[in-house]
């Protein structure tokens, strides 16, 4: 079967992926693999908007200490001055590529409208209404469309990455083999540079506000090639999604809280100033672990989010969708607080990347959710996933061109794809059981409060889960599902390892067993597999 070849090739079709993508087309071809319709991606489930210095009355060095103060010690100072600085030059892209950002009329003049989120000190969230991930993903896929070198396979799932097999000790990446879901056949995806571009990993945990799709494919698969990982105990869970059986975890924006909802018991109790001064407005780890730590206290099943004291055509033109969507299960956010829960939500952790989005491993770059580049440190400030997408689609392209801008190696022949024996399998059950286990195990004891018990009952189970898997993985023909799932017990232990490693609580990260910070932890929690051997051409 031939080989799919382009120069560039992008691995995931959100904000990162596509930016990178659409400027990579001036320069060569590429091809661009989702894993289901172009437009499901992370960046589309994403409401609150992207945080940038825009306002006169902001400045870089406020964003980057509102940064800093979240990270709670473990940013790399240079990664968050470089990406914070290169806000304003990537909203303007975005808008250039046709992105309409929500405006005002103030007093005259028609400016966008600022929103602020928990742990900014300024107003500096450009938004479009609350749905800024579907906007963005909209210009970004007509403008893609719009480029006759690029073009997007979807429902194509990524394998394995093509890693050149030589006797040098640091071998390249040359794309990668990735499944078609309607053939179901594996094919070679070649090309010159290959970006990593998958999004995060919410699928691991049993409740997250994430897409179906987020499986973590991107660290899994560089992991598995040799690349390293840091970082990964720091999940952050989204303080505030909807509690309903039919809502799926529905996301409720943070911006809400920043213009004024407040957290409350069923009595009506508000509780947030126990737990920090700023209430509803502290960093979203310690929300989580607030709403956490009463709904255990008390036995409860969800809080509630109040935001029926603010006049309701501002609330009905300010989150649109929102109130929509409450409506829709019965809930009238003008009029009554909605139930709401924590759920998984954003990976602080990723595929260790330099300033321009460059992996350890040559011709391999990483950039969005599923890379680790010491902006977030130990926690994500609200809407600086946006932001750090952009900018780093953006200097991964700038770092790609200057490399390839004298290579002419060709690159070398891989072997195809061959499933050996391996036979397809009706016995469906056995991948969903799996894949049931792993998010229940991760939700009990590897969710927002940990322990070392807990830790290694689920370091354990998941050794036990991965051997199950492998020998699933290898005796049967692949599909979708087999792919993530296999990807997802990897995600899963990389959580785990590093959750066991770091003896302190920090951000994200806290145990009942250190619930205090230690310095001797100020640093990264980084993981790499040894045991690399080149890309097979088999299911291996």
């Known amino acids: 079967m031939e ?12 904000i990162a992926g596509l930016l990178f993508a659409i400027k990579a087309s001036t320069i060569g071809t590429v091809t661009v693999l989702t894993k289901a319709a172009s437009d499901e991606a992370n960046t589309a489930y994403a409401q609150g908007g992207i945080a940038s210095v825009w306002s006169v009355d902001d400045s870089f060095e406020s964003h980057v200490d509102d940064t800093l103060r979240a990270g709670d010690g473990l940013c790399n100072s240079l990664a968050v001055e470089t990406i914070v600085r290169g806000g304003p030059d990537a909203v303007r892209e975005l808008i250039a590529l046709g992105t309409r950002f929500t405006r005002i009329d103030a007093g005259g003049e028609d400016e966008y409208d600022l929103g602020r989120e928990g742990g900014h000190s300024h107003r500096r969230v450009l938004h479009a209404q609350d749905l800024t991930g579907r ?4 210009a970004l896929g007509e403008a893609a469309a719009a480029r006759p070198n690029l073009r997007v396979l979807e429902n194509h799932v990524a394998v394995n990455l093509l890693i050149e097999n030589h006797a040098g000790s640091n071998p390249a ?10 053939t179901m056949a594996v094919r070679k995806v070649v090309a010159r540079a290959t970006m990593l571009a998958t999004g995060g990993a919410g699928k691991v945990y049993l409740y997250t506000t994430n897409p179906d799709i987020a499986s973590g494919d991107g660290v899994a698969m560089a992991y598995r090639a040799g690349a390293p990982i840091a970082n990964m105990e720091f999940y952050q869970f989204h303080p505030t999604c909807l509690y309903h059986p039919a809502a799926k975890s529905f996301l409720i924006s943070e911006a809400l809280r920043g213009e004024g909802a407040i957290l409350r018991l069923p009595d009506g109790t508000a509780f947030m100033k126990r737990y920090h001064p700023d209430a509803e407005l502290a960093p979203r780890d310690v929300v989580a672990r607030a709403i956490d730590s009463e709904m255990k206290r008390l036995g409860l099943d969800c809080v509630y989010l109040d935001i029926s004291h603010q006049p309701a055509s501002h609330v ?5 969708n929102i109130y929509k969507r ?3 299960f019965g809930y009238d956010l003008t009029s009554a607080p909605i139930p709401v829960v924590p759920a998984a939500h954003y990976m602080c952790g990723g595929v260790v990347t330099d300033l321009c989005g460059r992996t350890t491993i040559p011709r391999l770059y990483a950039a969005g959710e599923t890379a680790m580049t010491g902006l977030h440190g130990a926690n ?11 900018v780093m689609g953006r200097r991964a392209y700038g770092a790609v061109r200057e490399s ?3 290579d002419f190696r060709a690159p070398p022949e891989f072997p195809e794809w061959d499933p050996g024996s391996a036979a397809r399998t009706e016995q469906r059950v056995l991948i969903t059981h799996s894949w049931d286990e792993i998010r229940r195990l991760m939700w009990n004891y590897v969710g927002i409060v940990r322990s070392e018990r807990r830790l290694e009952r689920a370091f354990r189970r998941i050794q036990l889960l991965k051997e199950e898997i492998h020998s699933y993985y290898w005796d049967h023909l692949l599909d979708s599902d087999l792919i993530e799932l296999r990807n997802l017990v990897t995600v899963a232990e990389l959580v785990v390892r590093c959750a066991m490693a770091r003896k302190e609580s920090r951000g994200l990260h806290y145990t009942m067993d250190h619930p205090e910070h230690d310095d001797e932890w100020l640093r990264d929690s980084l993981i790499r597999r040894e045991d690399v051997q080149p890309t097979p051409a088999s299911p291996a």
């Open 404 to 406: 390839l801008r004298n």
């Open 173 to 182: 990446c040359w794309g990668a083999y990735a499944l078609n879901k309607a």
């Open 135 to 138: 906007e963005i993903m909209r």
């Open 3 to 14: 080989p799919i070849s382009s120069d560039f090739l992008v691995i995931g079709g959100g």
């Open 316 to 320: 009905r033109e300010r989150f649109p």
């Open 380 to 390: 994500r400030l609200a809407s600086n996933s946006l932001l750090e997408a952009a």
């Open 326 to 328: 409450c409506l829709s």
